[in-house]
């Protein structure tokens, strides 16, 4: 007849025991960052030439797309320049109007919430 064991049957590693607490990690979810709008304002003053320059520095567009947007600023009185983080964004607007002041021009920019 086999003894009994003082010791209970061993049980494989990373088994849960009775004893044993099981901590679940709570999984956060983060939202985006909320975006801006970059707006460029009409004025009669700025020449378009400028405003093509400054759409092509600033927000790295193609001739054809500053273009684009030089015309929809000139047609409607402004126009989208891109979509940002707010920090982005708000950095952009102030190159926009450093480069037009540097240049002695009335050139206005702006963002709002998307």
């Not at 405003?51 to 927000?59: C, I, M, N, S």
């Not at 707010?86 to 002041?101: G, P």
Request: with cysteine.
């Amino acid at each position: 007849m086999a003894r009994p064991t003082a010791n209970p049957p061993s049980t494989p590693p990373g088994t849960p025991r009775e004893d044993d607490s099981v901590v679940v990690a709570e999984r956060t979810t983060t939202k985006p960052p909320p975006m801006y709008r970059v707006l460029l304002l009409n004025d009669d003053y700025t020449p378009m030439d400028f405003v093509v320059g400054v759409l092509q520095a600033v927000f790295t567009m193609t001739r054809e797309q500053a273009t684009q947007v030089m015309l929809q600023v000139h047609r409607t009185g402004m126009g989208t320049c891109g979509v940002f983080t707010k920090e982005i964004a708000d950095t952009k607007v102030h190159q926009v109007l450093e480069l037009a002041q540097e240049h002695q021009h009335p050139l206005q920019c702006t963002m709002e919430p998307n």
